[in-house]
C-alpha cells in the first residue's frame, strides 16, 4: 500500500519558472525524503528532511515538511529543461522496520 | 562516489521461465532492500535485509518470489516461474544506519512475454 501522495500528478511549466510539488502522508514519520527518476531510470535522492525539521534547502531545492498537517512540499526554483523527470516523496515510518513507502509521484515537464 | 550496482538491466523472458535479479550494495551498508515499480507507479517493497536475515518480506509473492544475501553483502532476487503481470522495474537500494538515505541502483527492467 502506498502512503504518501504526490499533487498534482503531473505538472508541465517553462524554463525559469519554479516548481511545487505537495505531497500528504498518513502515519507519524521519522522522515521524509524526495527522489527524482528519470524515465526508465533508477531513483535519484535529493533531499531528507526529519520530524524534527520544518524547512531544509539544496541547491535549487526547498523542501518543507508540515507534522501537524501530515504533508510536505518540494520547491524546485529556476528550472531547466533537465529538471524534467518523476518526483516521489517517500516516508519511513515510526515503529516500522524502517521501509520507504513511496507515493505514485509528480510528473513533471520543464519546456524549453 | 559509491553506487549501489544491480545487474542485467534489462531482461526479456517468457511466462514460466525462471529470471534472476543481482545487487551488490554500497560497501558497509548493512541494510539491502528489493522494489518492485509498475509504470506510473511508485516502488513497492518486496522485501528488507539486515544483513544476511530478511527483515520484512511480507509483500514478497513467496510461491513464485525469492530471494537471498547468504553473506551479508550482495543480493540476488528470483522469480520462477515469471508471470507475466511480474513485468516492472526490480530497484535495488541500501542504506548504511538506520534513519538515513536509501540509495538505490539504476534498476532491471523486466518485460515478461
Known amino acids: 500500500s502506498q502512503q504518501g501522495e504526490e499533487d498534482p500528478q503531473a505538472l508541465s511549466i517553462q524554463e525559469g519558472e519554479n516548481a511545487t510539488m505537495n505531497c500528504s502522508y498518513k502515519t507519524s514519520i521519522n522522515n521524509l525524503q524526495w527522489y527524482r527518476q528519470n524515465s526508465g531510470r533508477g531513483l535519484v535522492h535529493l533531499i531528507l528532511i526529519r520530524s524534527n525539521e520544518r524547512e531544509k534547502h539544496s541547491g535549487r531545492l526547498r523542501v518543507t515538511l508540515d507534522t501537524s498537517k501530515k504533508s510536505s512540499s518540494l520547491l524546485i526554483t529556476a528550472s531547466r529543461a533537465a529538471d524534467t523527470a518523476s518526483y516521489f516523496c517517500a516516508t519511513d515510518s515510526r515503529g516500522g522496520s524502517e521501509k520507504l513507502v513511496f507515493g505514485k509521484g509528480t510528473k513533471l515537464t520543464v519546456n524549453p | 562516489e559509491a553506487e549501489v550496482a544491480q545487474s542485467p538491466r534489462y531482461k526479456i523472458t517468457e511466462k514460466s521461465q525462471a529470471v534472476a535479479f543481482w545487487c551488490d550494495p554500497i560497501s558497509g551498508h548493512a541494510t539491502l532492500y528489493w522494489y518492485r515499480q509498475i509504470l506510473g507507479q511508485g516502488p513497492e517493497l518486496l522485501v528488507q535485509?539486515?544483513?544476511?536475515?530478511?527483515?520484512?518480506d511480507s509483500q514478497l509473492p513467496k510461491d513464485r518470489f525469492s530471494a537471498e544475501r547468504l553473506k551479508g553483502v550482495d543480493s540476488t532476487l528470483k522469480i520462477q516461474p515469471a508471470e507475466l503481470g511480474d513485468s516492472a522495474m526490480y530497484l535495488c537500494?541500501?542504506?548504511?544506519?538506520?534513519?538515513?538515505?536509501?540509495?538505490f541502483g539504476p534498476g532491471t527492467r523486466l518485460l515478461v512475454l
Open positions: 535485509f539486515q544483513d544476511e536475515s530478511v527483515v520484512d
Open positions: 537500494a541500501s542504506r548504511r544506519g538506520e534513519r538515513e538515505t536509501q540509495y
